[in-house]
C-alpha cells in the first residue's frame, strides 16, 4: 500500500526530467543487454520452473531458493534492460552500483565457500565469467569516474 501511495505522489509531483548526460559507451551497451537479456531469461526460469532449470545453477538450490533467485534476476534484469534502453551514464548510477555490489558480494562468497560450488560443470564457470563481466560494466558507469574528470 505505501508504494502505491509514494508511487501516486511521485506522479502528481511537478516538474520533468532532468537534461540528459552523456551516453553510454557502445561496449557497455551490448554488455549490458546481453547481461540483462540473460538474467531475465535464466530468472524467469528459475522463477517459475525452479525444479527444471536449478540443475542449471552451479550450486544446488531448493524450489524456494531457486524461486528467489530468480525473482532478484528479474528485478536486476530490468533494470539493466532499462538502462540500456535510458543510455543515459548520469541516469543509471543505481545499476552501476548494485552491478559493483552484486559482483563484489557474489566473489566474497566464492572464495568463501568453494566446496558448495561444483567447479566440475560448465555452469560454474559461466556464472564466474558472468560475475567478472558485470564488474567492469558498473565501475565503468559510476559516477566517480566524472567526479575525477574522465569519461
Known amino acids: 500500500m505505501a508504494m502505491l501511495l509514494i508511487g501516486w505522489l511521485q506522479i502528481r509531483a511537478p516538474g520533468g526530467d532532468p537534461p540528459r548526460g552523456p551516453p553510454a559507451p557502445t561496449w557497455m551497451r551490448v554488455l549490458v543487454l546481453g547481461q540483462g537479456g540473460g538474467m531475465l531469461v535464466f530468472g524467469a526460469g528459475l522463477f517459475l520452473l525452479p525444479s ?8 544446488p538450490l531448493t524450489t524456494l531458493t531457486g524461486r528467489a533467485i530468480g525473482a532478484w534476476l528479474i528485478g536486476i534484469g ?11 551514464l548520469s ?8 552491478y559493483v555490489a552484486f559482483a563484489v558480494l557474489e566473489l566474497i562468497a566464492l572464495a568463501r565457500y568453494p566446496g558448495t560450488v561444483n567447479w566440475a560443470t560448465p555452469a560454474a564457470w559461466v556464472y564466474l565469467a558472468f560475475l567478472l563481466s558485470i564488474l567492469p560494466v558498473g565501475l565503468g558507469a559510476l ?5 575525477l574528470g574522465r569519461s
Open 91 to 98: 541516469r543509471i548510477t543505481p545499476l552501476a552500483g548494485g
Open 52 to 59: 527444471a532449470v536449478a540443475p542449471l545453477w552451479p550450486w
Open 78 to 88: 530490468f533494470a539493466a534492460v532499462h538502462a540500456n534502453r535510458e543510455n543515459d
Open 143 to 147: 559516477p566517480i569516474r566524472r567526479w
